[in-house]
Structures are given as C-alpha cells and as structure tokens.
C-alpha cells in the first residue's frame, strides 16, 4: 500500500539509518562513516556520562504530570526521510500538541548537531502523527537548564539536508579522510581515527570542509 503524506504526495520508502547518525555528521562526517559504515565505535568520558544520563529516559514508559504525559523512550521513524530512532521524552499536552525533549550531559555546544537532531525528531513525529510539532527542548544536566528550540524554516531545511548528507555517505560507502580540527579533543573515536596523522594537508581540508561541511 502506497502511504500518504499530509500534502497528498506518495510518501516512498527508503532505507533507514539511525537518527543519531545526523548528530554524528554533523559533528565529524568521518565519525559517521567510521560508526555505520566501518562498525568502530568506542567509548571516552563524553559518551559514558552521556549515557548515564540517558539511563532513566531510555526505559520506555509515560507518566502524566500536570495533565502533560510524559512518553519515555518512544520509538520513531520516517519513512519519507528514511531514518529511525527514538526520543529521550515526548511531552504530550492537553491541548494534543507533542515537544520532543532531549537529554544531553553538557552545556549547549559550539556546533549545531543537538538542534538538528531534535528537529530530525519532529520530522519524524510530524509524519507519523500528521500534525506539525513547531518546537523542541534541549535538557541540559550540567546545568539544569531547558532550552527550547524553535523547528525554523533554516533549521529545518539544514536538518533535512544534514540527513541527505548521511544517505549519500553511507550508499557510497566511503570513509573521508581526517580532519584534524577542534571536535577531535571530545571525540570517542579519536584513538581509532589518529586525525594527528592520517589528516589532510590544510589546503585539502578546505577543499575538503567545501564538500562535506553544509552551511545552516
Ligand atoms: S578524531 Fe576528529 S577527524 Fe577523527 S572521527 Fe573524531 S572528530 Fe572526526
């Protein structure tokens, strides 16, 4: 059975990669390719406590607060966009409207890879509920603080070009080359990667930030 979008148009099916992938593009391409298509995963101090704080949000469950429900670990997916996952919590409110919560150890981050990756969520929730979800929050645990994004036209637009970006990597099955740049002190996979000595010459890493970097 051909499915529908809330447009009419035919939604077709693709082949799903894991929502997590675009957070990892946008932080490294390379750490994507090294995750899904070499299977290398390693663990630092970063993605320890980031799990630990994951650990209560990643057992399913609801609870009602307020008359909001809590939805715990939901599992997503789109098939128009061909990703899946889940998210941490999804705050359903009285008056139906659906907030995707993510949980994240640190304060905000230089790079925009956590907006992106709740609004891949939306995406998701917006297909599968046929409603739209306008906007999002970040919990951060260092400093309890709630951030709430904004599911923009520009973020939108980057998010779906940053999962286009991850489609096209992993069919072409190829691994770029290292670039040895800030993002490299915090990552898991640095070890594996040896970006000191496998990177490219700057030149190249221009040429290189052209093809894979995408401008918000
Ligand atoms: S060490 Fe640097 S270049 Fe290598 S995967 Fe991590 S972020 Fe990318």
Redesign the pocket.
Known sequence: MIRHAADGLPIVEREKFPLSAVNQYL??P??AA?IHIEGIFSDNEHTVLGSVVHGQTDIPGYETVRGVTLLRALPIWSERLGLSGKCDVVERHPDGSLVPVEFKKGKRRRFDNDDAQLCAQALCLEEMFGLIVPKGAIFHASSKRRRVVEFTENLRSFTEQAIEAVHRLIEEETVPQ????P??SG?S??ES?M?EIT?VPPILARANRHVFDIAP
């Open positions: 932080y490294c390379r750490r090294l290292a670039v040895h740049k993002q490299c990552c996979l640095f990667c970006p990177s």
